[in-house]
């Protein structure tokens, strides 16, 4: 699956930049704390897109392309923003078969983005998990801390309607 470049444009603050900055200059001579500085700065931006990947590599004084193998090797970090509503579908073994990649695709569709895709107006953003430990429930959806088991693709509208304000 190819990843896409996120629709919504950086937008960090001055205020932000201040923060990791000095965070930065605080772990720059322990190249050992990479993964500390990536970490705060997603607590800082939300997640951790190509201006602040350069900020770290320029800042710990690391290669670019290291910052990137590391946020993309593991899953805490994202490359994107989420949306305000986060959905998440299990495509796990026991919800695939059940139909879950049939949701996962109308979400796309009713969305207008893809795979970890946030929408323009900061709303939602969708993603697709692995086992969430909840075969019995197959399919699951899940919208931040909401779980929906048994989903069907008929009972998405009334999902998402749900989050509306």
Request: charge should be neutral; aromatic fraction near 10%; hydrophobic fraction near 40%.
């Given at each position: 699956m190819k990843k896409k470049i996120s629709k919504i444009p950086f937008s960090g603050t001055k205020e932000q930049e201040a923060e990791l900055q000095a965070f930065i200059a605080e772990n720059k001579n322990d190249k050992s704390n990479l993964m500390v500085v990536m970490q705060k700065a997603q607590d800082i931006y939300g997640y951790l897109p190509f201006e602040v990947q350069k900020m770290i590599a320029d800042g710990m004084e690391v290669p670019l392309e290291k910052v990137?193998?590391?946020?993309?090797?593991?899953?805490?970090?994202?490359?994107?923003?989420?949306?305000?509503?986060?959905?998440?579908?299990?495509?796990?073994?026991?919800?695939?078969?059940?139909?879950?990649?049939e949701i996962f695709?109308?979400?796309?569709?009713?969305?207008?983005?893809?795979?970890?895709?946030?929408?323009?107006?900061?709303?939602?953003?969708?993603?697709?998990?692995?086992?969430?430990?909840?075969?019995?429930?197959?399919?699951?959806m899940i919208v931040n801390d909401d779980v929906y088991g048994r989903m069907t693709v008929d009972q998405i509208d009334k999902v998402l309607a749900k989050y509306q304000d």
């Amino acid at each position: 699956m190819k990843k896409k470049i996120s629709k919504i444009p950086f937008s960090g603050t001055k205020e932000q930049e201040a923060e990791l900055q000095a965070f930065i200059a605080e772990n720059k001579n322990d190249k050992s704390n990479l993964m500390v500085v990536m970490q705060k700065a997603q607590d800082i931006y939300g997640y951790l897109p190509f201006e602040v990947q350069k900020m770290i590599a320029d800042g710990m004084e690391v290669p670019l392309e290291k910052v990137y193998g590391v946020a993309t090797f593991y899953a805490q970090f994202a490359l994107s923003p989420k949306g305000k509503y986060n959905v998440s579908v299990c495509l796990g073994t026991a919800c695939y078969v059940k139909g879950s990649g049939e949701i996962f695709e109308k979400l796309q569709e009713k969305l207008g983005i893809g795979p970890d895709e946030c929408t323009a107006d900061g709303k939602y953003s969708l993603t697709a998990s692995r086992c969430v430990g909840a075969c019995g429930l197959a399919p699951v959806m899940i919208v931040n801390d909401d779980v929906y088991g048994r989903m069907t693709v008929d009972q998405i509208d009334k999902v998402l309607a749900k989050y509306q304000d």
